[in-house]
């Protein structure tokens, strides 16, 4: 007899997670951080920054037309985008030392799916409730104020994600003009378009998704067990304190009493006190929750603690707990601070050694070199001048090698060019040896070509070479 029994399916669907309100100092600073970096995100492209008439007044802005990228006083052209590359090497670096040192707390207090998931959640309790409210309303049948409730949530929401997703625009274009151009309609296309794609992505991630991008989309957390290490502080549950759990007070059970309040308030669903998690982003509500509960059954807090699981090794025995800073201070963390500091160092070095003046010099190779009809030897170089400060400058090329050599520039007799402000020309510039000098009958002559801008006192040359006739 054949058995018809369907097999279990392999995926089980999403239980949702409705996290209940809690209060205490970790709450509070998640507060503060989503304030402080939701007014950075949306204020930033409205901040102003006088630069002068021709360049733009936007205090940070990446110009992709322009190819540039303007922050407050600097300005990053396109071929120092090692600043960039360097930044980026930092933010990585940046993110292994506090990862190394306390844990997920990238991903607990300013990850941007953190800070979002926070605000709808927020929304969230605002139009429904607290979690026991969000519950009874997600198993309820449809009716008329369940469709009221969800489409005011829904709403909401939507206006905070057309904000996200047009600030984000903003950083890219003069902010005021955008907005009028949004309003009016006569923006590009692909301005509406990026901000509905990032419209759709905050709504979806940040009202559906949730917990579920920081466990199958992100990589961080597989990451970061190979970050961490016995010394890093992080939530941790002293089972040496709380079990066994039980509600009575007679010596036979632990502190804990079992009343869920740290599951309850964990946006994601998780339990601390089965140990170390992959899904666990260290936001420390769990240590609000159980300290509030501790304070009203007379225990002290710490119950659930920000810890290094050494220590929590180390109280189960009976012994003292090293001191912060001894958790802090070890080789991985030294080694990851001293290569964040050296790269951070000579960035702000390269940034303020950088002149406003800049060239770079091309040979014309083909051909290698040009013989004129008085028998004198050519050379062609495109030399590319780069004004880098607000005002238009006149720049002088000249040359200097050990052997007499004459300079020339296509298109004029002078030897002095005007470049508007933060422009770059591209200039044909002629180096000629006399027939009887011996530049003219070497196989190469090096050479330095320089440009100077005398009214700012600054200079910049690149060395090239000369081909002559023994080429």
């Not at 998640?30 to 006088?50: E, F, H, N, Q, S």
């Amino acid at each position: 007899m054949t058995d018809q029994t369907t097999p279990p399916s392999l995926y089980a669907p999403r239980e949702p997670i409705f996290p209940r309100r809690v209060t205490g100092f970790f709450r509070r600073f998640k507060w503060a951080i989503m304030i402080v970096t939701l007014g950075i995100y949306y204020i930033t492209p409205w901040i102003r920054w006088d630069r002068g008439p021709s360049l733009p007044d936007q205090a940070v802005l990446v110009d992709l037309a322009s190819r540039r990228f303007y922050f407050f006083w600097i300005e990053i052209w396109p071929h120092e985008f090692y600043f960039v590359a360097g930044l980026l090497i930092m933010a990585g670096l940046g993110l292994f030392l506090f990862t190394s040192a306390l844990g997920r707390v990238w991903c607990g207090y300013t990850c941007p799916q953190t800070v979002w998931t926070d605000l709808f959640i927020l929304v969230e309790r605002w139009i429904e409730g607290d979690r026991n409210a969000r519950v009874r309303l997600h198993h309820a049948k449809w009716s008329v104020q369940k469709w009221r409730l969800r489409l005011t949530k829904w709403a909401v929401w939507l206006v905070i994600a057309v904000a996200t997703g047009g600030a984000w625009v903003f950083y890219f274009t003069d902010a005021p003009t955008l907005a009028r151009d949004l309003v009016g309609l006569t923006a590009h296309p692909a301005a509406y378009i990026t901000i509905a794609i990032l419209t759709a992505t905050t709504f979806v991630f940040g009202g559906f998704l949730r917990e579920q991008v920081c466990n199958y989309m992100c990589p961080w957390p597989r990451i970061q067990a190979a970050m961490m290490d016995p010394d890093t502080i992080t939530v941790a549950y002293r089972e040496w304190r709380g079990e066994p759990r039980g509600k009575k007070h007679d010596g036979t059970t632990g502190d804990c009493i079992d009343c869920m309040a740290c599951v309850n308030v964990c946006p994601a669903g998780i339990d601390i006190r089965d140990g170390q998690q992959m899904e666990c982003i260290t936001c420390a509500l769990c240590i609000d929750a159980c300290d509030d509960v501790m304070a009203k059954i007379g225990k002290p807090r710490g119950l659930i603690d920000y810890m290094a699981l050494s220590d929590e090794a180390a109280e189960r025995a009976g012994a003292k707990p090293k001191p912060i800073w001894r958790h802090i201070l070890r080789p991985r963390t030294i080694l990851y601070t001293a290569i964040w500091s050296l790269i951070g160092v000579g960035l702000v070095y390269a940034l303020f050694i950088r002149s406003d003046i800049e060239l770079t010099v091309s040979p014309v190779r083909n051909p290698t070199y040009v013989t004129q009809s008085d028998g004198s030897i050519r050379n062609i170089y495109d030399v590319r001048l780069r004004n880098k400060s607000g005002e238009d400058r006149q720049f002088r090329l000249s040359l200097s090698s050990d052997e007499l050599l004459r300079i020339g520039l296509e298109g004029t007799d002078q030897l002095i060019l005007r470049i508007p402000a933060d422009t770059t020309l591209l200039q044909r510039v002629y180096v000629t040896a006399r027939a009887q000098d011996p530049a003219a009958n070497a196989a190469a002559t090096p050479l330095r070509i320089w440009v100077e801008d005398s009214e700012a006192q600054t200079r910049a040359s690149k060395a090239t070479t000369f081909n002559g006739k023994g080429n």
